[in-house]
């Protein structure tokens, strides 16, 4: 049924041969393409995958309801990161690119992200547009349905343009220069040969893990969160790697190992890094955050004196920021990052790399660099937790989320912001974010201390003021 495509904060999820079925993905494809017929022609989009089952025949499906539509495909013949594909888009000039990916999601997930022409992804404004197309179409089997002919379609390679900017982007002799180890680990996933032969070609010496396609992800999500990790871990101890890093199925979030095994939160790795690209790059045009990630930013916007920008969760609203070049670097605490002058997309290939130049340019650990950090700026302890509600709870706790509270837990809120969702500032800087999820009965809690010792009383005031 129509009713399940749905274009949320990163496109349309669903589970394969539950909602994400080929009646479904045509009529999404549909959608898009009558969306892309509104916009000047040429009517070209780059039809793209991440190595997921199945990839290759929704590729193919999805150029035939787009030819049927009167819009060129262009299909990317391999498994393809986000980012890359983002600069295709920004390369070839065409009109978008449809992305079959589930990014992190678990192997039964797949979905279709949509970027338009600029690279970035699809704001909400032309998700409606398509959403609403998607509707008209349901009421009648779509044309493109039939359209089972054995036509060739224009093909690209978006991997060399590609790894060539991000040899622009990064310092890749200063790496090599330092004789620094590094394992990478791409999750099975769309940064198989990315990361990897970008450091290989310049001299640095990289081990891998998972570097083979299984559609299965090891059983598990391809996501590069710090229990995942214990491959790559293993191999940076048999190696004596000095730095560990990985991508998640598409590529476009990151996640960083340091030489002892710490697992460093993405909220650090963007701080550490926009503090690194002002010392190194001189950059100082901006910062931008989702307002759910650390104030650790904050603090050193304030520190820098630059401009900084807090938006929505959602990295289309960075990538709004970063076409309009008022930031050296956008992030969000679920791992995604890019930086001026390159794709209005999240890039985890980039984010693994610019750490890498990093620690080979600073000659020091990610975790004598953050301590640092905290020493110039004050000390933060970020968390994010998932609670789960039933129906009613929930239902009820969207009525508790309208309100302003004046504390929590018996400390004084100093302010409200509602950006996206409620977030409660207490007055000594910490404090609580509570989004709701669009897809399941779950709230997020993100909360933030400044000291690890106030963290653990913060948690249970964000706990108890959901279930209370």
Not at 135 to 154: D, G, I, M, N, W
Not at 186 to 198: L, Q, T
Not at 436 to 457: F, I, N, W
Request: with cysteine; glycine share 8%; proline share 5%.
């Amino acid at each position: 049924m129509s009713t399940a495509i749905r274009f949320g904060t990163s496109g349309w999820r669903a589970i394969v041969a539950d909602e994400f079925t080929v009646a479904n993905i045509r009529l999404a494809i549909a959608g898009i393409a009558a969306y892309v017929k509104t916009q000047p022609e040429p009517h070209r989009v780059l039809v793209g995958r991440d190595p997921r089952f199945l990839g290759e025949s929704f590729v193919d499906i999805a150029a035939r309801v787009l030819a049927a539509a009167g819009v060129t495909p262009i299909v990317i013949s391999e498994a393809a990161p986000t980012p890359a594909i983002a600069y295709a888009v920004r390369q070839m000039k065409t009109s978008g690119a449809i992305n079959f990916t589930a990014s992190h999601n678990p192997p039964e997930y797949n979905g279709i992200k949509f970027s338009t022409h600029d690279g970035a992804p699809a704001l909400p404004e032309v998700t409606r547009q398509i959403e609403a197309a998607i509707v008209q179409l349901s009421s009648a089997q779509p044309a493109a349905a039939k359209a089972e002919t054995a036509e060739r379609f224009e093909t690209a390679d978006v991997k060399p343009a590609f790894l060539k900017r991000l040899a622009e982007l990064v310092d890749l002799k200063a790496i090599a220069k330092s004789g620094i180890k590094v394992v990478y680990d791409p999750f099975w996933g769309a940064g198989r040969g990315y990361s990897s032969e970008i450091l290989r070609e310049a001299g640095v010496k990289v081990e891998t893990v998972h570097d083979y396609r299984d559609v299965l992800f090891g059983g598990h999500a391809p996501e590069p969160s710090d229990e995942l990790l214990g491959e790559a871990k293993a191999k940076m101890r048999e190696t004596g790697a000095h730095l560990g890093m990985a991508t998640d199925g598409d590529a476009d979030r990151f996640g960083i190992v340091d030489e002892d095994g710490t697992f460093i939160q993405p909220n650090y790795i963007i701080a550490l890094l926009f503090d690194y690209l002002v010392q190194t790059r001189g950059w100082k045009n901006g910062v931008a955050k989702s307002v759910a990630t650390t104030n650790l930013v904050n603090a050193l916007a304030e520190h820098h004196k630059v401009p900084l920008y807090e938006t929505p969760v959602g990295f289309k609203y960075i990538g709004e920021l970063i076409i309009a070049d008022k930031i050296a670097i956008g992030g969000e605490e679920s791992a995604g990052l890019t930086i001026r002058g390159h794709v209005p997309e999240k890039d985890g290939v980039l984010a693994g790399l610019l750490i890498a130049e990093m620690v080979a340019t600073r000659g020091k650990s990610l975790g004598v660099q953050l301590r640092e950090l905290f020493a110039k700026v004050g000390s933060y302890y970020p968390v994010r937790e998932n609670f789960h509600l039933t129906p009613e709870r929930k239902a009820a706790f969207t009525e508790k989320l309208k309100a302003d509270p004046t504390e929590l837990s018996g400390r004084k809120v100093a302010s409200v912001v509602r950006t996206d969702g409620l977030k409660l500032v207490l007055e000594d800087g910490s404090w609580v974010c509570y989004r709701l999820s669009g897809t399941e009965p779950v709230v997020r809690a993100y909360t933030e201390a400044r000291s690890e010792q106030d963290m653990v009383a913060l948690r249970s005031a964000a706990e108890k003021f959901v279930l209370s």
